[in-house]
C-alpha cells in the first residue's frame, strides 16, 4: 500500500515553460487536493476534486489547471511556469473528512 | 477570516527535554483543530484533533488542549526523542465546514532533537 505519491521530487523550469505535477493514490479515496506551500507561509488550496470528473477551484488556482478522469490519479498543469510558482507542492487525498493522506511532497523552482 | 499562527523555528531540544509549541488561531464560532506532523521525506501525517473547547487530543505521547478563552492549541510531549525531528503544522476546519478542503494552516514549526 503505497499511499499518495507524486512525481517528480524536484524540478528546476525556465520562464514560460509548461509541467505537469504527477499525484496517484492507492486508497480508494474520492477526495483528492492539491497544495502549495511557499517559504514561510501555511500550505494554500490551490484545486480538489470530490470524485472522478469533478474538480473545482480553491484559494490560489490561477496559472494552474487539473483533471481527474480516474480515481486515482489527480495530475497538476502548469502551463506557462512564472516565478511566482516557485514552491513546494503536496498532493493529498481522503475519504473521511478532514483526515488527508499527503504525497511527500515536489519542490518546483522556476528561474 | 480564519487564520493560524504558529510559533517560529527551529525549535531546538535535547532528547527527553519538554516540548511546547504554540499555535493560536483566529475563527468566527468553533472550530475543529489539528496537528499535523512531517517527517523527513514523507507527507504530512496526522497527529492529534480536537473538535469542541476543552477537548485534549492525544497521540504518541503528544498532546494538546483547545483552550478558547485564549484561542489556542498548543501541542505538548513530556519527554521528546531524537525520532520526533520534523515539522509541525496546526490546522483548523471552520465550524460547519464539510471537507478537507477548507481546512486553514499554520506555517509549520520545525523541531530538532539532538542526542
Known amino acids: 500500500n503505497a499511499g499518495v505519491t507524486q512525481t517528480p521530487k524536484f524540478r528546476i523550469l525556465k520562464i514560460g515553460q509548461s509541467m505537469t505535477l504527477q499525484c496517484t493514490q492507492d486508497?480508494?479515496?474520492?477526495?483528492m487536493y492539491w497544495y502549495r506551500q511557499d517559504p514561510g507561509m501555511g500550505l494554500k488550496l490551490i484545486y480538489y476534486?470530490?470524485?472522478?470528473?469533478?474538480?473545482d477551484k480553491g484559494e490560489v488556482p490561477n496559472g494552474y489547471n487539473v483533471s481527474r478522469s480516474t480515481t486515482e490519479d489527480f495530475p497538476l498543469r502548469l502551463e506557462l511556469a512564472a516565478p511566482s510558482q516557485t514552491s513546494v507542492y503536496f498532493c493529498?487525498?481522503?475519504?473521511?473528512?478532514?483526515?488527508?493522506?499527503f504525497g511527500p511532497g515536489t519542490r518546483l523552482t522556476v528561474l | 477570516g480564519n487564520s493560524v499562527t504558529q510559533m517560529e523555528g527551529p525549535v531546538t531540544l535535547s532528547e527527553e527535554a519538554f516540548l511546547t509549541i504554540n499555535c493560536t488561531y483566529t475563527?468566527?464560532?468553533?472550530?475543529?483543530l489539528f496537528w499535523y506532523v512531517q517527517y523527513p521525506g514523507e507527507g504530512l501525517q496526522l497527529l492529534l484533533k480536537?473538535?469542541?473547547?476543552?477537548d485534549k487530543g492525544s497521540n504518541k505521547g503528544f498532546e494538546a488542549t483547545y483552550r478558547k478563552e485564549t484561542t489556542s492549541f498548543h501541542l505538548e510531549k513530556g519527554s521528546v526523542q531524537v525520532s520526533d525531528s520534523a515539522v509541525y503544522f496546526c490546522?483548523?476546519?471552520?465550524?460547519?465546514?464539510?471537507?478537507?478542503?477548507?481546512?486553514?494552516f499554520g506555517t509549520g514549526t520545525r523541531l530538532l532533537v539532538s542526542p
Open positions: 493529498a487525498s481522503s475519504s473521511h473528512r478532514e483526515r488527508g493522506f
Open positions: 486508497m480508494n479515496h474520492n477526495y
Open positions: 476534486s470530490v470524485g472522478a470528473g469533478i474538480t
Open positions: 475563527a468566527t464560532g468553533y472550530p475543529s
Open positions: 480536537a473538535t469542541k473547547a476543552d
Open positions: 490546522a483548523l476546519s471552520p465550524p460547519g465546514n464539510t471537507g478537507f478542503q477548507k481546512l486553514v
